[in-house]
């Protein structure tokens, strides 16, 4: 017989809002507790959701014993460390929205934390539970394109998500929003490595303003020669709200995969809103009684991995590796040249 545990959710905001519905629909989920800074927002989900308790100090989570798991939806970034450090120090299991750290020293120190207390430790990247993206893996796993020789990622988000996501954190694209992109095409290559890094970043809108660019660029050389281009950008106009415009393609010795995760299947146009695209955000969004998105999906997963000891799809260590690579992308933009990897240095 499987046994239920009980979770908390720090952050209930739009992400920790996913993750707090898809713990609270979860009967391997037996009591649900949040933390919210935000008076409505906290009292909103608790009405909402099947909540136990709903408290304004996420350290209330960490000291609760009766509590086995936490979920980190938290913002701005940088409070992710301490949360999770405070997690895990006190034997719970983690899953964290990316990224792992702000810098290797702590990604380091979080790593051997989970080892030490045996628990599960995870991060959110939530493109490998698309199933696009996860049709990718499965081809190039089964040399249905023979060996890979190049890959092209190209993602852009609305402005709209942009100033919010610039606006909280000095952290790059290639930190932010090409780091989904990044993780999951080292994880369609294993075991090849990358072994080199080229990055540029250019602006025309948001660096009016501030020094956040419009997109980031980088280029990874693999062990083996195969090559990797990812480009992301977050000025797209405004349209359906966080709508995300991705196209992949991946060529290799004995064919190619092209994939349209661009959300232009669904159209919706209206006299009050013109053309609209739904389901076409990142995380995804809930339609009825279903969920049209990774994200929902990426919850259940780990839910399932701590009541059955299974392993988690995304390890700590991998989310580590995506980390030094977009660290040397933003050092190859800092110094106008490649960038030899892994970085592996705390600076």
């Known amino acids: 017989m499987i046994e239920q545990i009980n979770v908390g959710v720090i952050g209930t905001g739009w992400c920790g809002g996913i993750r707090t519905k898809a713990c609270s629909d979860n009967p391997l989920v037996d009591r649900l507790f949040i933390a919210e800074i935000n008076d409505a927002r906290r009292a909103e989900v608790a009405e909402q959701y099947d909540v136990h308790e709903a408290v304004s100090d996420w350290q209330k989570l960490i000291l609760n014993p009766d509590i086995d798991t936490i979920i980190i939806s938290a913002t701005p970034e940088t409070t992710h460390y301490p949360m999770a450090l405070a997690a895990l120090q006190a034997g719970k299991n983690v899953f964290m929205e990316k990224p792992i750290a702000t810098t290797l020293e702590q990604a380091d120190e979080l790593i051997q934390t ?44 609305t402005r709209e998500l942009g100033s919010k996501i610039s606006g909280r954190t000095a952290l790059s694209p290639a930190a932010m929003e090409a780091t989904h992109d990044l993780d999951f095409l080292l994880w369609c290559l294993r075991p090849r490595k990358p072994v080199k890094v080229y990055s540029q970043t250019a602006g025309k809108l948001f660096s009016k303003n501030s020094e956040t660019p419009d997109h980031q660029w980088i280029l990874v050389t693999m062990d083996d020669g195969t090559t990797i281009t990812v ?67 990426e919850t259940v997963h780990f839910l399932d991995a701590v009541c059955r000891n299974k392993p988690v799809l995304v390890k700590p260590e991998e989310a580590k590796e995506v980390m030094d690579l977009y660290t040397a992308a933003d050092l190859s933009v800092e110094r106008g040249e490649p960038v030899m990897l892994p970085v592996n240095s705390y600076g």
């Open 114 to 157: 989970a080892i030490d207390k045996e628990v599960k430790f995870t991060i959110g990247y939530s493109q490998r539970f698309n199933s696009k993206y996860a049709y990718v893996q499965k081809a190039l796993t089964e040399g249905l394109i023979g060996e890979p020789v190049t890959c092209l990622v190209s993602r852009h988000v």
């Open 231 to 297: 480009g992301a950008g977050w000025i797209l106009p405004l349209g359906y709200p966080n709508y995300a415009h991705t196209w992949i393609e991946v060529i290799g010795t004995d064919g190619a995969l092209i994939i349209d995760d661009s959300h232009k299947d669904v159209h919706l146009t209206t006299t009050k809103d013109g053309i609209r695209y739904p389901m076409s955000s990142m995380p995804g969004e809930p339609v009825n009684h279903t969920y049209a998105g990774p994200m929902y999906e």
